[in-house]
């Protein structure tokens, strides 16, 4: 029961810290019997919630550092989650003993049930995938050698979009499903290390067709400016195309860096970005002409639609802001590493949210009744949503405004970058219609381009 409940506690927490969570590859997932989730590792433990909410089975175990039980707020967490505590050796000079969480693991595999892996072993925030442990492919290979269960592994890339921001996005990929065939038990039983290593390798290769790679940020940054320049100004994308499109300009650009045609194009956009980042400025300001009446227009109807909406976010903002802020605090004050931040943030409004409401509760309980302090937490908790879609939007109006107004003061820089922008969307274009490779379908038509 309380495995139950804290699933979908998490499957809550998960949809309301994302506003928009895609899932791919889902059928690859065994419909029944144990399977190994494999997935790189880049946000810490919102890795693992994700995976419970949607990788559709349960119970799921997983594989935590044993340093996240340092947590006192998530302590219960990861119990409730039947969490199986590992230490990395890199972390206690070498002298570790885990045998007793993989004996765990390997009971938890043979009566059917699932688990999930990282087998990069720690989190991180590099733009790519680290080298993998070989500990997933061992734990598979031994499982099946013991002859009581045949686990597959299935591979799951979490690519985020602002991955600590509140309401983000985040594509959730999984991958074809690795099995354990006869001939890998027979390597395994002829040489361990080998057929070790060479399932890890294909589990590798595996993540990285699901998982946005990039050598150094540098690079990523270019290629994400070089696919918003590319993309139509009328199509919509949703987390799996952003990822798929950034994918293939990281890939392609790799394969021809080392051109002077490349690396002019390179640096161009890398001027351009810096242009926009003096100025206050995203690629999308310029995408259409905003002539003064228009912007004027538009700023009028959003203060007024700001100032409408202000009064119906009050009492939610003036309840919850507050836990917000403190969630915020603890995520950035006691996280050990950044790629915990999020984790929580989203954890200290787990426990903040519910002590606050029943309080409230209880006050109400205390002077008008049990059935109205019923009635208040079922407000409470619809206003909590509510609340976050109002903030939501009136930020986004807000930060429309203001953007608006920068943009109605530039004059010739607007111009001028205007037409910068212009060449070099000329210049991806075609740079993509003569580089692309021509075996992959294309994500966009010629009447997307206009």
Known sequence: MISRWTTFLIRVVANTFFRRIEVTGLENVPADGPVIF??????????????????????????????????????????????????????????????????????????GDCVAIFPEGVSHVEPQLLKLKTGTARVALTVAARGRARV????????????HRFRSQVLIEFGETLRIE???????RQDEQQAVLALTSRLEDALRRITLNAPDWSILQFTQTARRLYKPTTA???????????RRFVERYLALADQPEMQAFRKEVEDYQARLELLGLKDHHLRRPITPGYALRKVVLRTLTLFA???LAIPGALLHLPVGW???????????????????????TILLLPVLYLLIAVFVGLNFGAGWAVVAMIALTFSFFASVRLIE??????????????????????????????????????????????????????????
């Open 326 to 348: 403190l969630a915020a605090f603890v995520g950035e004050r006691f996280s050990y590493e950044y790629d915990d931040v999020a984790t929580l943030k989203v954890f200290a």
């Open 152 to 163: 597959p592994i299935v591979p799951v890339g979490f690519n985020y979009i602002n991955r």
């Open 309 to 311: 909406l202000l009064p």
């Open 236 to 246: 919509k994308l949703g987390p799996g195309d952003y990822v798929e499109l950034n």
């Open 182 to 188: 006869e001939s890998w038990i027979a390597d395994f």
């Open 393 to 450: 939007m009136e930020a986004g109006l807000l930060y429309s405004v203001l953007s608006l107004l920068r943009l109605t003061r530039l004059g010739q820089d607007l111009d001028d970058l205007r037409a910068t922008r212009a060449e070099l969307v000329v210049r991806v274009r075609d740079l993509a219609n003569r580089f692309a490779d021509p075996a992959t379908q294309r994500i966009f038509t010629d009447e997307d381009f206009g």
């Open 38 to 111: 494999a997935g790189n590792h880049p946000n810490a433990l919102m890795d693992g919630f994700l995976l419970i909410a949607k990788c559709g089975r349960s119970p799921l175990h997983f594989l935590a550092n044993a340093k996240l039980w340092k947590y006192r707020m998530l302590r219960p967490i990861l119990d409730a989650t039947s969490a199986i505590p590992v230490y990395r050796r890199e972390e206690h000079a070498g002298e570790v003993d885990n045998r007793d969480a993989f004996d765990r693991l390997y009971e938890v595999i043979e009566r």
